[in-house]
């Protein structure tokens, strides 16, 4: 069992460096770039589960929160927490929990996964548009506008594709006993 926790573990960390490089696939639309950081985000918790699906995620933040340069853009450091995206970046793993969560819970599924990452998208636009009122100071429809709108279709779009894949992925995964 302790070579299976391991291997969970240097997965997590491989998906980790993954969820780092999809970041850095953007389109910058100040206040909050459009990355492909959330579908790469959503596939590890739907391939891994709650436990390393989130730890996988919440390396990634911490990552990026020392200072190595893992957010968009190339970016890095705790500055970026407190900063106007920072409640996008903190919300992931609350999402990724989530996703696994249900998944564990309901079953792994194509249809349960379209349904949990499609409320992870709405966890992590909720509390990243909560963020970015406070502290931009937005009123809430400028922060709606801004941090909020513009993401719901991309990102359900995201959602419907990381569900698919994460799946097919996760089981053959499963089958060949990787994880």
């Known amino acids: 069992m302790r070579n299976d926790r391991l291997k969970m573990m240097i997965v997590a960390a491989l998906f980790a460096a993954i969820i780092s490089v999809a970041a850095q696939i953007m389109i910058n639309i100040p206040p909050v770039p459009f990355t492909l950081m959330t579908i790469a985000v959503m596939l590890t918790a739907t391939i891994l589960g709650k436990k390393y699906g989130t730890l996988a995620v919440t390396v990634y933040v911490l990552m990026g929160a020392v200072g190595i340069p893992v957010y968009a853009g190339m970016k890095g450091g705790f500055g970026i927490i407190l900063g106007p995206t920072g409640g996008y970046l903190i919300a992931i793993i609350p999402a990724a929990f989530f996703i696994g969560w249900y998944l564990e819970k309901f079953g792994h599924t194509k249809v349960h996964a379209i349904v949990a990452n499609m409320v992870a998208v709405f966890i992590i636009l909720i509390i990243g548009t909560?963020?970015?009122?406070?502290?931009?100071?937005?009123?809430?429809?400028?922060?709606?506008?801004?941090?909020?709108?513009?993401?719901?279709?991309?990102?359900?779009?995201?959602?419907?594709?990381?569900?698919?894949?994460?799946?097919?992925?996760?089981?053959?995964?499963?089958?060949?006993?990787?994880?």
């Open 130 to 179: 909560l963020w970015l009122k406070v502290v931009a100071d937005l009123p809430w429809d400028g922060a709606i506008k801004g941090g909020m709108l513009p993401f719901i279709l991309p990102d359900l779009a995201k959602a419907v594709v990381a569900a698919v894949l994460g799946i097919i992925i996760r089981n053959r995964l499963v089958a060949a006993k990787l994880i």
